[in-house]
């Protein structure tokens, strides 16, 4: 055994993942699942759920994949039974799903409100719920991590309920993470920036507007986008006896934009947080008099 598979103490735990069959979900319960971690799954696309079970049963890896709705109260529940019946323990629980669309507040309505806060708070609540009376029952504590996203952190003009969900996810996490700790229970976040999945285009309407290189460079600091496998890594982490110590926290695998909060690494120019001179077209004779 190494070091890293001493310290972090993760073989034959336990981990449910809802949202895991596909995107960043799919990487954090493979990266889990490489480690020894014994992995259930809730996702709403079957055909992934379908190729993640596939995918774990090749690898010989133990795992239950259910094809369900975590932001169906009945759904989650028989998944976190699954895990009783089978398991006898959790360890782990790592809340993946979310999901928003792009409109002006004022052209949305309370359904739509409704949508989001259920995506991305309520069933964040319920799998909590469920998790931590298991957790303290195993006598181990254990780990929830929570993936929210920068937008928590800054304004988001056209995600103004999402970005409220998150922000509520994040002090959700903090005032649980206080209330849990002497039972050994951690409850962290990790709230990425850019990491292009097919569901970041469809959030967009379709449009990737970080395609472009060029823009990837001047909005993040590192100067490339975020891969499935940086968000990954961090919730091996959290979910190891290596952040036993941390809770109530977020992580920030961003490539810095949290950081630069709008300073951008202009071509030729450098950093600025404002538009360099000769960036933007001139403004014709005769605008702004």
């Known amino acids: 055994m190494g070091w890293f598979e001493e310290r972090a ?33 809730l996702d709403i696309d079957e055909e992934a759920a379908d190729r ?11 795992a239950i994949v259910h094809h369900g709705d975590a932001r169906d109260a009945d759904a ?26 792009r409109a002006p507040f004022t052209d949305t309505t309370p359904k739509g409100w409704n949508a989001i806060i259920r995506a991305n708070l309520l069933h964040v609540l319920h799998a909590c719920s469920l998790a931590v009376p298991r957790m303290k029952a195993g006598d181990g504590g254990g780990s929830i991590v929570n993936i929210t996203t920068i937008e928590a952190h800054r304004a988001a003009p056209g995600f103004a309920v999402y970005t409220a969900a998150k922000a509520a996810v994040e002090q959700f996490a903090r005032t649980l993470a206080v209330e849990v700790a002497p039972d050994g229970i951690r409850v962290n976040n990790i709230a990425p920036d850019y990491t292009p999945t097919p569901n970041l285009a469809k ?25 499935i496998r940086d ?7 959290l979910a190891s006896a290596l952040s036993s110590y941390v809770t109530g926290t977020t992580l920030h695998p961003d490539g810095g934009t949290f950081a630069s909060s709008g300073w951008f690494n202009w071509p030729d120019a450098g950093w600025a947080n404002h538009v360099p001179a000769g960036v933007l077209p001139s403004a014709p004779p005769g605008a702004g008099q």
């Open 9 to 41: 103490g993760l073989d034959g735990t336990v981990a449910l993942i809802t949202g895991g069959a596909g995107g960043l979900g799919e990487g954090i319960a493979v990266d889990l699942a490489a480690n020894g971690v014994r992995v259930a799954v």
């Open 52 to 62: 993640l079970r596939a995918s774990l049963d090749g690898l010989g890896r133990a």
């Open 76 to 101: 989650l529940a028989a998944l976190f039974a699954a895990v009783d019946e089978r398991w006898g323990r959790l360890d782990t629980l790592v809340n993946v799903v979310g999901g928003t669309f």
């Open 203 to 227: 959030a967009g309407g379709g449009d990737d507007p970080m395609s472009d290189p060029a823009g990837v460079r001047i909005a993040i600091p590192m100067g490339r986008a975020g891969e």
């Open 231 to 237: 968000i990954s890594g961090c919730a091996v982490f």
